[in-house]
């Protein structure tokens, strides 16, 4: 690896425009934080509340499952990346959409599923302690691994093979050579990935109401929803705040040195791994995986469907579909064109300002969706009546909530261009912007392409932001689906549920093809 | 690749001219906020909207989401109507004097026991807290008499109820009310000792007695026929408790709304109400949700024992709001949410 | 160095604490290839990152073409400098093929003018026929080439080149220095290369500047700094040096391998280091010679005889390979020519 110029060092201040784009986007997520701060700072017994038994028990709680939930999906993501990417594994490419799939479930669906098909009286068998920790467990693993699959397999298939190669020349025996080889290569992305999944964990609702698993989102929800306390609510999302923050340094103490390498250098493909014998249990297993993420999902959801007497309204959906993509579609190109200028920030103009702007704007994402929809409602209701019941302002709830999946895609994708082209092209005499138009955006392809895809995914299936801020009249396809299955429709609610599984599908196809191609056409 | 990024920003621009064209103000019409399910309510606001000429735009969501939209929204909301799930929630919205005192005619169409004292909200309709169970494993002279008697150890692990739903957290402050501080903790106390199960909602309660996961439960009474209409072979029924002299009585909490100090169409807020109380929408409810008109005089379903048979909980609803608050602090203590 | 294409005058930065780049002054002329040498560490891509734009200095000026383009207040960045780079790691668009690189920085031409100036730069480097080709389809002196004529595309002011050959194999890397060498010249560029590599530098460099701990030591023809470098560091750094101490008196430095005379500047002092290159030295089998062979590193065309003196200093003596000198024999020492490059004791210890 060529050796490395003195980073730390690189011009004396980032540009403008980069601190400005990362001063908006740090500020978009303070705005929820500050607004808790406010509220929490109403409740009359804030501090007796922070130390009761019961919130003390949400925490634990929630850092339980979060670390859970996180650990089994690293297992997964990065084993399931591994077959993918280095084995002789049958069906490869069917596989590789097939798991990524579970993450377009909504976890509330996926939930119901799980007790629908293993729960007391299930449609399958009953498995015994399903409700409570771990089917909060498995239904949350089953919808966030992915979000280690996806970056890992990317790290996979740009990590030098030469390395491992070697590792296996120096003696090393194909198991250890991955260990010492492929893992710190993948551990960036591994780390990243992990990242978000705690955090999504700290934000979720569906799963835990349904499996009835008392964390700190549900307590959240519940002071709302059936105390009408929302002080206490805050009270409570200041303290998952406090909890991102740790998570956040964590990670950062996880991921290690980021491993750069040259773009330029021309990495032929790693050998394969032949499986042998293991080569159909583990496509089996693989199978089983995206069954228990997908299938029995969208199973349940045609039963639902085709049993219940109730009906979805037909010019409904059509309605739901074009605001849910066009929403969704907006979310996601907003967040990658910000997330460029923040990655570069991020990457290129490492200082105590754009490590404070990456902890903040990642910090958005375990805030729960009602948390940032009630502070966007003060602020755009306050303060921006114009843009108040919008589309707009959903979109920017959506970026606020998922900027960090387009910073991370496009960040990880960045940390492997070398500045040295960017340098290549100045000294060529194109401007910082020409530049950015002609090589750094092209050679992030792989980057802004899965980054808007996960924001797409995780937009189509937003809730409780999109009920509280869509303009009246309006709905979403989850929307729809929340007024089908609160009513206890669900077959009403089964053919929108099915339409985000299906849209999101159609997404993720064209994704894994980009993946797979050369940096250039 | 270029295709895709070009689709994706044809995506943003769509979506934010939809944005600006969405940010009509103003002359919107008049704006609902409800925390009401839009399958409940949606067809009586559509016809509504016909039979008047009003124009409406209707918000929905949880109802304490919506009144938490509310509160943040403060002075500036452009809510006009609050038609809310439960009365806790207005309670709430009144108490911050956030609610015109409704007029005094309209009041009166409806008994005082499901209004607000000061008139600054109306029940529009009535549902009973009743013992559902699974009539494939219990026989109705098997289910408990009073709700106060699921604790007894002959029910351990058989009873469902939903320690979050707000009608669940007024009847606990009802209980409350009648029978002291301490009778509703060990109520409760009761309750987790005998492994009653927890649910997240009263539907999911009533899919857990319909499925046999347990035996019984505490829940709204219409929701049984909201899940008949879905499945028409579920096993279930309901029951109404507390009705023998010196129990706890049938709790009967309302939905019910209110009108938003500030509106800038009163008028057709004034009709909007008038409309809901109306003969024709508290037959629309008796008819689709199964719930009870509050109109005096309309009648409830026949299969239903009538409101002014039934011997409800006689507690204040207008002044529920500290009731509550204590309500949700023993819920909490007793360890149940 | 008749017109100056390039001038630093006073130019120093620093990182932190560390200083990089000492008060410095450089000049390169109209095409002449000026070779920056030193080790790593010594500031030396610094001060070439200072000229292409790619750092601020903290001090001095820098004038490309007569042009201020840092210093007294004046930053100009470095698009607008008609610098042309050549990296280390290449830096190639892995996006862009042969004919899209070479020609990215071609401005405001027209579709023709700009293909046919992409012709004539390939035909240049020798790659005619390769412009569809990808960069990870290209071998290691492809893509110098490449990397060349990309750089000179645009017609400018100055080429810098940063370690260009270090990515090479050693078997490659002398043909392509030679190729890229020619085609400098050719063209008719003015180049500043930087390199760590000292026959690197002797080797291409119409001039050599050797720079040391931040700051130019030395600037001359290749000969002259190898000959007659200005101290110790600068003889050590560039080639094998023997150094030899020895007490000075009347102009004769009377040392182990005896007396040897200075040349050019005489130090003062009593004692005195001379500087012989390992060709200097010729070798003698004799039974009862002084020295002791103890190894031999045979290069094929010619080999390194490692000797100890009877004082224990330990010799290199570069020579023909036809004869042999078997370790453990003994031979005796003779200095080519009677004068010698001398440096003031002192300045050994340092």
């Known amino acids: ?427 060529l005499g194109r401007s910082r912007l020409d530049l950015a138009r002609t090589v750094t955006v092209p050679l992030l392809r792989g980057g802004l392409v899965a980054g808007a895809a996960l924001v797409f995914l995780t937009a189509m299936k937003e809730l409780p932001a999109t009920l509280l801020l869509l303009p009246a009249g309006s709905d979403t396809l989850a929307t729809l689906v929340w007024t089908g299955a609160a009513d206890g429709r669900y077959a009403q609610a089964a053919p929108p549920a099915l339409l985000v599984v299906a849209i999101s599908a159609l997404v993720l196809w064209p994704l894994d093809r980009v993946r797979d191609r050369r940096p250039r056409q | 690749m270029l295709k895709i990024f070009r689709a994706v920003v044809a995506g943003v621009i769509l979506a934010g001219s939809l944005g600006w064209a969405g940010c009509s103000r103003g002359g919107d019409g008049l704006v609902i906020y409800s925390g009401r399910n839009k399958n409940l309510v949606g067809p009586l606001l559509d016809k509504f909207e016909r039979d008047t000429g009003i124009d409406i735009q209707v918000k929905y969501s949880d109802t304490g989401e919506a009144l938490a939209t509310l509160l943040e929204e403060g002075q500036s909301t452009n809510a006009d109507v609050f038609l809310s799930q439960d009365a806790g929630a207005l309670g709430i919205l009144a108490e911050r004097g956030r609610l015109v005192r409704l007029p005094q005619d309209l009041l009166d169409l409806v008994d005082e026991r499901f209004r607000h004292g000061d008139g600054r909200w109306v029940g529009v309709t009535g549902r009973a807290r009743v013992i559902a169970y699974n009539t494939d494993i219990l026989d109705v002279s098997e289910v408990p008499d009073s709700a106060l008697d699921v604790v007894d150890p002959k029910w351990k692990g058989k009873v469902g109820f939903p320690p979050t739903n707000a009608s669940f957290i007024a009847f606990v402050a009802s209980l409350r009310e009648q029978f002291g501080h301490e009778r509703a903790r060990a109520f409760l106390q009761g309750l987790k000792d005998n492994d009653a199960k927890r649910y997240d909602n009263n539907l999911l309660t009533l899919d857990a007695i319909a499925n046999g996961e347990v035996q019984l439960g505490l829940v709204n009474h219409y929701y049984l026929h909201a899940e008949l209409k879905e499945r028409g072979d579920a096993p279930v029924a309901n029951h109404y408790p507390g009705q023998e002299p010196g129990q706890e009585g049938t709790f009967v909490n309302v939905s019910g709304l209110g009108i938003l100090k500030g509106t800038d169409r009163s008028e057709d807020a004034d009709r909007f109400v008038r409309y809901l109380l109306g003969p024709e929408a508290q037959a629309f409810f008796r008819d689709e949700t199964a719930e009870y008109p509050m109109r005096k005089g309309v009648d409830a379903l026949s299969e239903l024992p009538a409101l002014d048979q039934l011997r409800t909980v006689d507690i204040q609803l207008s002044s529920i709001g500290d009731d509550l608050k204590a309500a949700v602090q023993l819920i909490k203590d007793v360890g149940l949410s | 160095m008749s017109d100056v294409r390039v001038a630093l005058a006073g130019v120093a930065k620093s990182f932190g604490v560390v200083q990089a780049v000492r008060p410095t002054d450089l000049q390169a002329g109209e095409g002449e290839l000026l070779a920056l040498v030193g080790p790593s560490g010594c500031g030396k891509t610094t001060l070439l990152r200072l000229i292409a734009g790619f750092e601020a200095p903290d001090a001095g000026t820098i004038r490309i073409g007569g042009c201020l383009v840092a210093g007294e207040g004046v930053f100009m960045p470095p698009e607008r400098r008609r610098v042309g780079m050549v990296f280390q790691q290449l830096a190639l668009f892995p996006h862009l093929d042969v004919a899209g690189n070479v020609g990215y920085g071609l401005k405001g031409m027209s579709r023709g003018e700009r293909r046919s100036r992409v012709q004539e730069l390939l035909a240049l480097v020798g790659l005619e026929g390769y412009e569809r080709r990808f960069p990870d389809e290209l071998s290691g002196g492809e893509g110098q080439r490449v990397a060349l004529a990309r750089a000179l595309a645009p017609g400018p002011a100055v080429v810098l080149l940063d370690e260009p050959f270090s990515s090479l194999d050693l078997s490659l890397r002398e043909a392509v220095r030679r190729e890229v060498r020619r085609i400098l010249k050719v063209a008719g560029a003015t180049a500043i290369l930087v390199t760590h590599d000292q026959d690197e530098a002797l080797a291409m460099g119409d001039r050599v500047a050797v720079m040391l701990g931040g700051r130019i030591s030395q600037v001359g023809l290749p000969e002259e700094v190898y000959r007659r470098p200005r101290d110790v560091t600068v003889a050590d750094f560039l080639g094998d040096a023997n150094l030899i101490e020895g007490d000075l008196t009347e102009g004769v430095l009377h040392t182990e391998l005896g007396q040897l005379v200075p040349n050019g500047l005489v130090p003062t002092g009593p004692r005195a280091i001379a500087l012989l290159r390992p060709e200097d030295l010729n070798l003698e089998l004799v039974a009862d010679g002084p020295a002791t062979v103890v190894d031999v590193e045979y290069f094929g065309h010619d080999q390194v005889v490692v000797l100890r003196l009877p004082s224990g200093l330990e010799l290199r003596a570069r020579l023909h390979a036809r004869e042999r000198f078997p370790r453990g024999s003994r031979v005796a020492v003779r200095c080519a020519g009677p004068r010698v490059v001398a440096f003031p004791s002192q300045a050994a210890r340092e």
Do not use: C, K
């Not at chain 1, 509340?49 to 919130?55: D, K």
């Not at chain 1, 996180?70 to 399931?80: H, Q, R």
């Open chain 1, 1 to 427: 690896m060529a050796s490395r110029r003195p980073a730390l060092h690189r011009g004396p201040r980032a540009p403008l425009v980069l601190r400005l784009a990362g001063l908006g986007v740090a500020a978009a997520t303070v705005l929820p934080i500050a607004h808790l701060a406010v509220r929490a700072g109403e409740a009359e017994d804030a501090g007796s509340l922070v130390v009761s038994p019961r919130v003390l028990r949400f925490v634990w709680a929630t850092v339980g499952l979060g670390l859970t939930v996180t650990l089994l999906s690293l297992v997964i993501g990065v084993g399931v990346a591994w077959l993918l990417d280095r084995t002789d594994i049958p069906g490869r490419r069917m596989l590789a959409v097939g798991a990524v799939l579970p993450l377009v479930v909504p976890t509330y669906v996926g939930a119901l599923a799980l007790l629908a098909a293993f729960g007391p009286g299930g449609l399958a068998f009953e498995l015994r302690g399903i409700v409570g920790f771990w089917g909060a467990t498995a239904a949350l693993t089953l919808s966030t691994f992915p979000y280690v699959l996806l970056p890992v397999r990317s790290a996979l298939a740009t990590a030098d093979p030469a390395l491992e190669e070697a590792a296996q020349a120096l003696g090393d025996g194909r198991r250890t050579a991955f260990r010492r080889a492929v893992l710190p290569q993948v551990r960036p992305a591994a780390a990243a990935g992990a990242l978000l999944v705690f955090l999504y964990v700290l934000s979720d609702f569906g799963a835990v109401s349904i499996m009835r698993y008392d964390t700190l989102t549900r307590g959240i929800f519940l002071e709302y929803r059936s105390a009408f306390n929302r002080s206490s609510a805050a009270v409570l999302g200041v303290l998952l705040v406090v909890l991102t923050l740790l998570a956040l340094a964590g990670e950062r103490r996880a991921r290690g040195r980021m491993v750069a390498r040259s773009a330029a250098s021309s990495a032929g493909r790693a050998s394969s791994v032949t499986l042998g014998p293991w080569r159909w249990p583990a496509f089996t297993a693989v199978i089983a995986l995206v069954s228990a993420g997908t299938g029995l999902p969208v199973g349940v959801l045609t039963y639902w469907a085709l049993r219940g007497a109730s009906r979805a309204d037909g010019d409904a959906l059509v309605g739901a579909v074009g605001t849910s993509t066009g929403l969704s579609l907006g979310a996601a190109a907003a967040a990658v064109m910000i997330a460029v200028p923040v990655s570069v920030l991020v990457v290129r103009h490492r200082s105590r300002f754009s490590r404070i702007i990456e902890t903040l704007a990642t910090a958005g994402y375990a805030l729960p969706g009602l948390v940032v929809a009630l502070a966007l409602v003060f602020f755009a209701s306050q303060y921006l009546s114009p843009l108040y019941q919008t589309f707009m302002i959903v979109v920017v709830a959506y970026v606020v909530r998922f900027f960090p999946e387009a910073l991370g895609a496009v960040q990880s994708s960045l940390v492997r261009i070398d500045p040295v082209l960017e340098e290549a092209g100045r000294s």
